[in-house]
Each structure stands twice: as structure tokens, then as C-alpha cells.
């Protein structure tokens, strides 16, 4: 869930793809979104034509978790992005103009969009046609890759179960080719003899050879799957806190040996490291955020409260300058711990997020109180970028890159990593 420059990621897919990147957005001729002025109700001043639903989703959600009601006109944008067939591309500049076939709608977005929208409540309709749509686009090993007919990822299947599981549906009845999403997840689990200290961790997807190689994001991605969770849990709540690794032949057994083993990774530093070719290692505080929320989930406390300390201490300045999204993952993060987002670190999460987008439909009455809303939104915003977030981050470079990588993105620790 490395939350980066869309633009900056999308170039490094180019360079490994050949320059062979397709649009993202939808395909009908209008002016790209850095041409023209974005829409007012989005969240973030980046170009949101790769993560616009998906960000926007983020920071609704987040909102929605810290208790504050989102502005109407940004929750009705994100209903409004939707096309005919319930899928949801990154963005649409021209919604009054159907989704053509090329348009390139994902099930990230689309899984994101449903989450959000369900937990605002009100939009039944829209989520429906949505989970409809990636029923329809379910793979027959059970799962989900990023676009319709990709092979299964772990990080895709796992948000979409976040969907259907927001949306009413039991994951496990949401069967392909007689398999259920948890199939999906399980095939991509190490197992406990795994070469290394990859024991019990999940894949992003099986290499070119085939093989499992343990990947942290994709592992917080599968424990949260795996117990049927979303993008936020309950503090305290989850499975087993036992930290052994067993035989996974259940999607909550694969699910224990996944926290286990992120909780071997971040005791080291309390956080996880990117290793890109080519770049020096670097904190990488939007998967150390995702992990929280994912051991949160699975139950251990101890762990999840450490990491959740270390990002107080440190993430601040990173979620500045990467975004709503940014925000919405430590807001994530903190409600998992029982943290308070409004003093984390020294930082009111929920006011930097709402910064970003448009002012709150129940606002103060008072004209000092509307410029100093305004003063907070424009500070925010300095230095600013849109966040394009975890599932999106993986899934789409994880799919390019996967292969040339091999090792995939997010390695365990320096010393760790090169056991692996």
C-alpha cells in the first residue's frame, strides 16, 4: 500500500513495461485532468485520472470511521463515477458520457467505491450493480485480479471480499468454477516450511516459475481477507492470537499464520521497508499502516500498538505530502489500535483529511470559523499529493512488475531480507 505519486508509478511501469501503459481512465476524447480544473468535491489536488475513486473512497471512508458526516456533494461524485455495468473507473471527467468497452474499469476502484458507499448507507443501488459487476468478473480459481480476467492477486481478492462483505454478501457463498474467494487466498498462502522467513506469509501472486514468494503487503492484504474483513476493523477484535504457524487449511488458520508472520517482520524496526531496484531502502509507512490494521484484525494487540506508536512518531510528514489517501490509512490504522486520530503524533488526522477536500456540509455558522476552515484546507493542500494507496499501488505495478521483481516490492527487514 505504498501511497505515491500516480504519475511517478505509472512512469516506473512504463520503463520496465516498455512504455506499453495503458489509460486508466476513460477513453472518450476530453481534456486530461491535469488540463482542466478538477472537480471541487474530490479529495486531493493531484491528478486523479489512475486513483480518483479510489482515494476518494479512502478519505469518505475514513471520515465516516472517525464520526464525521462527509460532504454530500463529494459522497454523490463517488456515486456518480459508476458505469452502466456497476464497474467504477480511477476517474471519469465526463460522467453525462457512458463507459465505453475500453474504458478501463478495475476491481480495486470498484471494491473501494463499495466499501465507502456502503458504510454511508443510502446507496443500495449502487452498491448492488457493483458487487453484480465483480461477481461477473470472478475468476474460476475464486478470485479477483485488477482488471476483469487478470489473474487472481491477493490484494484484489482481498478487497473484493471487503466488498461483499459490506455490501451483505458471505464472501464464502460467492462462488467460481466451485470456488469461493478463500480458495483464492489459500492458494496463495506459503506454507509453514517455506524456505526462509517466509513461512506463513501470503503471496502477491505466484512468480513465472510458479512459485510463492512472501510479500508483506500482499500479507496484509490476505489476513484481512481471510477473515472476511475490510479496510477497517474494530479495535481489539479478530482471530487467534496464538503466533505459531500451522497447516493452513482453513482461510482463518491462513490468516493467524499471516499476522504471525507480520508480526516477526516489524519487530525489528516496528515498521517495513521498500526495496525498489534501483532506489535506497526507505520506511515504508503505508504498508507499516496497512499491517497494523491487519494484525488489529487478527487480534494481536501488542505488535499492532507498537507499529501504530512508531507511525505516530514518524509519518506525519509523509502523510502531508502524499494525500487523502495517506491520511485515510493512518486513520485506519489508529482506529484499529483504539488510537486517537485526532491527536496522533501531534497530528489531527481527521482534520488534515478534511482539508483536502471540500468543507463539511454542517459547518460553524461563523464567518472566522469559515476562513479558518479554509486557511486549514489551503495549508494542507501545500506541498500536497494525491494518494494513491495500498490496493491500488500493489496491484497495478505489482502486476508489471511482478515478474521482472520476482521478490515482489516490500521485502521483510534489511537483515531479514536477505535471508530470503
Known amino acids: 500500500m505504498n501511497v505515491r505519486n500516480s504519475a511517478a508509478v505509472l512512469a516506473a511501469v512504463a520503463v520496465v513495461m516498455g512504455a506499453a501503459v ?16 478538477l472537480p ?23 471520515q465516516h470511521t472517525a464520526g464525521v458526516e462527509p460532504p454530500k456533494s463529494s459522497v454523490d461524485w463517488l456515486a456518480g463515477q459508476q458505469c452502466a455495468d456497476g464497474s467504477f473507473a480511477p476517474y471519469r471527467a465526463d460522467t453525462g458520457t457512458a463507459c465505453a468497452a475500453e474504458t478501463m474499469v478495475d476491481t480495486n476502484q470498484t471494491a473501494a467505491a463499495v466499501q ?43 478487497v473484493v471480499i ?10 464464502a457463498e460467492v462462488v467460481k468454477g466451485g470456488k469461493s474467494p478463500y480458495d483464492a487466498l489459500l492458494k496463495l498462502a506459503l506454507p509453514c516450511d517455506a524456505e526462509g522467513d517466509g513461512a506463513g506469509a501470503f503471496a502477491f501472486q505466484p512468480d513465472k516459475k510458479g512459485e510463492l514468494v512472501a510479500n508483506a503487503d500482499a500479507t496484509a492484504a490476505g489476513v484481512l481477507g481471510s477473515l472476511g474483513a475490510g479496510l477497517v476493523v474494530e479495535p481489539g477484535k479478530g482471530g487467534s492470537k496464538d503466533a505459531g504457524c500451522k497447516k493452513a487449511d482453513t482461510p482463518e488458520q491462513a490468516a493467524a499464520n499471516g499476522a504471525a508472520h507480520l508480526a516477526g517482520v516489524l519487530a525489528e524496526d516496528d515498521h517495513l521497508v521498500s526495496a525498489l531496484p534501483g532506489s535506497e531502502d526507505q520506511p515504508d509507512y503505508g504498508n507499516t499502516a496497512d499491517a497494523v490494521v491487519a494484525l488489529a484484525a487478527q487480534g494481536v494487540t501488542g505488535q499492532a500498538a507498537k507499529s501504530a506508536a512508531w507511525l505516530e512518531e514518524n509519518a506525519a510528514e509523509w502523510a502531508a505530502q502524499s494525500g487523502p489517501a495517506a491520511y485515510a490509512q493512518l486513520i485506519f490504522a489508529a482506529h484499529a489500535t483504539g488510537t486517537d486520530p485526532r491527536a496522533f503524533g501531534g497530528t489531527d488526522l481527521v482534520k488534515q483529511l478534511s482539508a483536502t477536500g471540500p468543507a463539511a456540509e454542517k459547518s460553524s455558522p461563523t464567518a472566522a470559523d469559515g476562513k479558518a476552515g479554509q486557511d486549514e484546507k489551503d495549508e494542507a493542500k501545500d506541498g500536497s499529493d494525491s494518494g494513491s494507496g ?18 515482489g516490492f516490500l521485502l521483510r527487514g534489511r537483515s531479514r531480507r536477505q535471508q530470503s
Open 22 to 37: 495503458p489509460a486508466a481512465a476513460d477513453s472518450s476524447p476530453s481534456p486530461s485532468p491535469s488540463q482542466q480544473a
Open 40 to 62: 471541487t468535491a474530490l479529495y486531493g489536488d493531484g491528478d486523479p485520472q489512475y486513483d480518483g475513486v479510489w482515494r476518494q473512497s479512502l478519505a469518505l471512508l475514513a
Open 116 to 158: 465507502a458507499l456502503a458504510a454511508l448507507g443510502g446507496h443500495d443501488a449502487v452498491t448492488g450493480k457493483a458487487v453484480d459487476w465483480l461477481k461477473s468478473v470472478q475468476n474460476k480459481n475464486g478470485g479477483w485480479g485488477y482488471t476483469a480476467g487478470g489473474d487472481s492477486d491477493a490484494n484484489s481478492t482481498s
Open 162 to 171: 471487503g466488498a461483499l462483505a459490506a455490501a451483505g454478501e458471505e464472501p
Open 390 to 407: 495500498l490496493w491500488w499501488t500493489l496491484s497495478i505495478v505489482g502486476v508489471c512488475l511482478v515478474a521482472a521483481v520476482g521478490a
